[in-house]
């Protein structure tokens, strides 16, 4: 089983900072992109993050400059930095990870798949 657990978020006033964490752990043999998503009230899900296995990055243009994706590799780890926070940035935060599973005996097990975490919610007050 592979699960993905975020933590960082909570309430801000506009122009602060909040870090956002999203941990892969369970039975995994390599964990490849991972990215954040956030979904306002009433609104699709949207992308805010990726970052490649060779740490090639991409934005969405709303939060190019303020928002900055990385990873640990070696902990499975990756991190949203954001800045200078407007209330348009307000909604549930969600990871998501292409995540290729081990057996138990630590070998590759079957296709990549994608991996959603339970959302953590950022709210940025005016």
């Known amino acids: 089983q592979v699960q993905l657990v975020e933590s960082g978020g909570g309430l801000v006033q506009a122009g602060g900072s909040l870090r956002l964490s999203c941990a892969a752990s369970g039975r995994i043999f390599s964990t490849n992109a991972m990215g954040w998503y956030r979904q306002a009230p009433g609104q699709t899900r949207e992308l805010v993050a990726t970052i490649t296995g060779g740490d090639s990055t991409n934005y969405a243009d709303s939060v190019k400059g303020r928002f900055t994706i990385s990873r640990d590799s070696a902990k499975n780890t990756v991190y949203l930095q954001m800045n200078r926070l407007k209330p348009d940035d307000t909604a549930v935060y969600y990871c998501?990870?292409?995540?290729?599973?081990?057996?138990?005996?630590?070998?590759?097990?079957?296709?990549?798949?994608?991996?959603w975490g339970q959302g953590t919610q950022v709210t940025v007050s005016s």
């Open positions: 998501n990870a292409d995540i290729t599973p081990a057996t138990r005996w630590g070998g590759r097990q079957g296709p990549n798949l994608a991996y």
